[in-house]
């Protein structure tokens, strides 16, 4: 094993870098603007010449490198190539093998950002000491990775892991992000959360702190569910119980020791935790029903550990 390695986190607006030693230690870390204009062209000339330039910086050959991992807003087959990706403008773009020409040959291993930052999550964070492991993000949308045996769950297309496009509900009439109707991330995202509150304050209810809250957001929920507001507790028990409800379906298939929980709605912490667990128990499978979560403890770093951890395996 070398004793180098880089993790490339590429997203829409910026690039996140990091320089590790490849028993996990990250010595540095940096980010770039992600240039999107005419389509992506420049954004793999940019991020060897930041790698280039840090190598330079700390005198660092090819020869001490392990590989360089990159993580891509989109799917990404076997091959390292990318069909299509709208954040970046990219289609059909060879990432593992433009990459490495760019950087004189060194080795290129690249995912979906999601699954890597699942991968981050269990060498370095809160899946830490599992091989078997269904990391969930919580943001805007719904994302998720599926690591078993260590390994990234990636699908024939790419797609594996797309857990917020699990129809949970056949008979919703607003449409998702997607296009489709009735998806996880439109009750267990942030806001899908806050479309769920915004459903339960236009209705009858009972007298709740929201509803003194002009622009009502995920915090704000679950603070009120903190401080045990009645509506809030309504709210925050329909996500959790669709959550849970996917969740369980994920665990007939994949069967992980724990699930992790990040993303920005996790910094809600251990009261978030608790209702997705109780709402996982009634269920899931009798055999799944004792499965372990735990909170992402890596943030925003998840995807660059992760990107290093795709060139150790």
């Given amino acids: ?31 770039i603007p992600t240039d999107t204009s005419e389509n992506g062209v420049r954004i793999l ?7 280039k330039g840090k190598m330079a910086e700390k005198a660092i050959g090819a020869e001490a490198i392990q590989g360089i991992g990159i993580g ?9 190539e990318v069909a299509v990706c709208v954040n970046l403008g990219w289609k ?39 091989e078997d492991v269904v990391m969930v993000t919580l943001g805007t949308g719904v994302g998720g990775g599926i690591i078993i045996g260590g390994k990234v769950v990636a699908g024939a297309h790419g797609a594996g892991g797309e857990i917020g496009h699990m129809t949970m509900n056949p ?30 304050l236009g209705a009858e209810h009972e007298a709740s702190v929201l509803d003194d809250v002009e622009n009502v957001t995920a915090k704000d929920i679950f603070d009120a569910y903190k401080d045990g507001d009645q509506t809030a507790a309504k709210i925050v ?27 920005g709605v996790s910094k809600a912490g251990q009261p978030l ?25 890596l943030g925003n770093d998840a995807g660059i550990y992760g990107c290093v951890q795709l060139i150790l395996n």
């Fill in 1 to 31: 094993m070398k004793k180098y390695g880089f993790g490339v986190d590429v997203g829409g607006t910026t690039c996140k870098i990091g320089l590790f030693e490849t028993t996990g230690t990250l010595l540095e870390k940096w980010e």
């Fill in 45 to 51: 000339d940019n991020v060897a010449a930041a790698l």
């Fill in 72 to 80: 891509i807003p989109g799917p990404v087959d076997a091959r390292g």
């Fill in 92 to 130: 059909q773009v060879s990432v593992e093998k433009e990459l490495s020409e760019k950087m004189d040959q060194i080795p290129v291993k690249a995912g979906n950002d999601a699954n890597v930052a699942a991968l981050g999550e269990m060498w370095q964070g809160g899946g830490k000491g599992y």
């Fill in 171 to 200: 008979h919703e009439t607003e449409c998702c992000g997607c296009g489709r109707k009735g998806c996880l991330e439109q009750y267990s995202s942030a806001t899908g959360l806050v479309r769920l509150a915004k459903q339960a």
């Fill in 237 to 263: 028990g329909k996500f959790a119980t669709v959550l849970g409800r996917g969740l369980g379906k994920i665990a007939c298939v994949a069967d992980p020791e724990i699930f992790v929980i990040g993303g």
């Fill in 273 to 297: 935790l608790d209702a997705i667990q109780t709402a996982f128990r009634k269920e899931a499978f009798s055999s799944c029903q004792d499965t372990k979560f735990a909170l992402a403890t």
